[in-house]
Each structure stands twice: as structure tokens, then as C-alpha cells.
């Protein structure tokens, strides 16, 4: 899996351009460092103070609030490049609000679809 892949670095920039998002308050070097060590402290309250932790997959997935991790991951993943932009405009459409966002890529790219990707094999 690519740490830097262009489209979710690219929404990246806009999301900082508009002032809505920016990599400079958070201590990591891209998305795929940024779930790692959010999923590292992920069966405890970690860093946001989980209320339930330890849950599954698909639970941490509906969760995230960070629109370019959960679009890094379609991406990192092998979901099509044309799915991907689908969700990044839908995102950028959907205003300023994180979780807003959020769900707008997951809409396009629901759990199942990355899951699916992520079990075949050489997937990402």
C-alpha cells in the first residue's frame, strides 16, 4: 500500500487550501503512518478517547472523521481510480463539516468494497 497516493494526496491539498483540513496538526507523514497508529491504539480509548474499543473492522471503518484517511484507504486499497475520484468530489461536495465528508466517501466506497479488495491476494 502506497503511503502517498496521488489522489488522496491531492484532496489532501484542497482540503488545506480551503481550510477545512490540514496535515500540519497531526504528527504523522501520511495517511497509511496516520492508520497505523490510529489502528496500533485501537483496543483501548487511544488518542480520541474511544468510549468502545476494540471493535471491528467494519466499525472502525463507519467511524473515522478523517476524510483522507478513509479515502486513503479505498485508494491504498486497489478500489478503481475512477471510484476514488467518485468519492473525492463527493466529499468536496458535501461542505465543510469532517464527519460530512467522511460519509460522503464511504457512500461511494462502502465497508464491503474495501474489505473485498483487501482479501484478495497482492491487494493494495
Not at 468536496?92 to 482479501?119: C, D, F, H, Y
Request: proline content about 7%.
Amino acid at each position: 500500500m502506497r503511503a502517498r497516493p496521488p489522489i488522496t494526496t491531492g484532496f489532501e491539498r484542497v482540503l488545506d487550501k480551503c481550510g477545512i483540513w490540514s496535515l500540519r496538526q497531526f504528527k504523522y507523514a501520511s495517511q497509511k503512518e496516520h492508520w497505523l497508529r490510529w489502528l496500533a491504539e485501537y483496543d483501548g480509548p487511544g488518542y480520541y478517547g474511544r468510549k468502545k474499543p476494540d471493535q471491528s473492522a467494519q466499525f472502525a471503518y463507519n467511524h473515522i472523521v478523517c476524510p483522507p484517511m478513509v479515502l486513503w484507504l479505498g485508494e491504498a486499497s486497489g478500489i478503481s481510480k475512477g471510484k476514488v475520484l467518485e468519492a473525492k468530489r463527493a466529499a468536496l461536495s458535501a461542505g465543510a463539516s469532517l464527519p460530512a465528508l467522511s460519509a460522503a466517501i464511504r457512500k461511494v466506497i462502502p465497508w464491503e468494497q474495501v474489505e473485498n479488495r483487501l482479501k484478495k491476494p497482492g491487494a493494495g
